[in-house]
């Protein structure tokens, strides 16, 4: 009985962390009505991009992190502004091969740029468990599922409580009206894509911390899904 209830445990912590990135979905389709499907690859390109600014620069955590997170945010405004605001108002057959794709073009950028091979993940969070009794809570995860709650508390805060959030699900609806209403569709779209690549580091982050990263790290999102 204590290996199966250690069993949900486990399950549970390990499906809220995939949470955090499930959220990154739904933050870029609700503001901009995009189904990312490279959204795993996003995640990995944040994760390398982690690992390029610690431990191939050198740098501390506390320094690294937030220039990677800098990156995310220059990733999602990038991809938002080249590839998706010129497909505002577009049938969405066509935004969705456009994601397509963006999935096939990460992935090859992300092994020309880092190559095949896998690397150390810094461990930004701390290992091992903590011991409740019978069982035993892995510290990693524990801490991931946090966020995850946090992550969608806020948001939802976010989406259903604030003006701007408020236009972004107006966006959501349709691109349409949100013009005739004055609701700038651009802006939105690029606040989701920057918000999805952020969520995306937060994932990368917990999911692989002291662990590997190689290409494969981009069917976490699959698994979110």
């Not at 949900?8 to 995009?34: C, E, P, T």
């Not at 506390?62 to 220059?74: K, M, Q, S």
Request: with cysteine; proline share 4%; hydrophobic share 60%.
């Amino acid at each position: 009985m204590i290996d199966a209830i250690q069993v949900v445990i486990n399950g549970l912590l390990v499906g809220l962390v995939y949470g955090v990135v499930a959220v990154s979905f739904i933050v870029i389709y609700r503001s901009s009505r995009i189904v990312n499907l490279a959204q795993g690859e996003i995640v990995l390109v944040a994760a390398f991009f982690i690992w390029t600014f610690t431990l191939a620069a050198g740098l501390s955590p506390a320094i690294g992190v937030p220039l990677a997170l800098l990156a995310c945010v220059a990733l999602g405004f990038s991809l938002e502004r080249s590839i998706f605001r010129p497909l505002i108002g577009q049938p969405a057959f066509t935004i969705f091969m456009a994601s397509v794709a963006l999935l096939i073009l990460l992935r090859g950028l992300a092994q020309l740029v880092w190559g095949a091979e896998t690397r150390p993940f810094p461990e930004l969070l701390p290992p091992g468990a903590w011991r409740l009794g019978p069982f035993l809570v892995n510290k990693r995860l524990l801490i991931g599922a946090v966020l995850t709650i946090a992550a969608v508390e806020l948001l939802h805060w976010f989406f259903m409580r604030t003006r701007y959030g408020l236009r972004l699900a107006a966006v959501a609806e349709d691109h349409y009206t949100a013009l005739s209403l004055g609701v700038s569709v651009r802006k939105a779209v690029a606040a989701g894509w920057i918000m999805g690549a952020l969520l995306g580091a937060v994932g990368a982050t917990v999911l692989l911390s002291g662990q590997i990263v190689s290409l494969s790290a981009a069917n976490i999102g699959l698994r979110a899904l």
